[in-house]
């Protein structure tokens, strides 16, 4: 059974201005360690930074809270397997609340194109 859907698109450009003006603290703030090592690897991190951020936010709609309940950027982080197949890791308060959603499953997907990211999470139990 689906518990929660999400979806969200961001201007690429945008974001890049954004850890433009504020290198260290926009970056800090909005990702953690391995997500920026992950993605200073890529031929264009900021796409890749981008296409994380759409998914973390898509992740907080699925959730139906936002950026409330101790939920923090942090603790949301996409990650690739070996085939490059994104999934989301969740810590702290965000799985605490996946885990009282009783969704035992979280499916996403993202892209990339003309500028834009855009990101669809989906919250489902078994």
Do not use: Y
Not at 77 to 105: C, F, K, N, Q
Request: net charge negative; glycine share 8%; proline share 4%.
């Amino acid at each position: 059974m689906v518990v929660g859907i999400g979806i969200d698109m961001v201007d690429i450009e945008r974001l890049e201005g954004v850890l433009e003006r504020h290198p260290d603290r926009a970056a800090d703030r909005l990702f953690n360690p391995t997500e920026l090592a992950d993605c200073a690897e890529k031929a264009n991190p900021s796409e890749c930074l981008a296409a994380r951020f759409a998914a973390k936010e898509a992740f907080l709609k699925a959730l139906g809270t936002g950026l409330r309940d101790g939920i923090a950027w942090r603790e949301i982080s996409l990650r690739t397997d070996p085939h490059g197949r994104p999934h989301i890791e969740a810590s702290g308060a965000a799985a605490e609340r996946v885990e009282a959603l009783g969704a035992s499953s979280i499916h996403v997907s993202i892209t990339h194109d003309g500028g834009l990211a855009t990101a669809v999470v989906l919250l489902q139990t078994d």
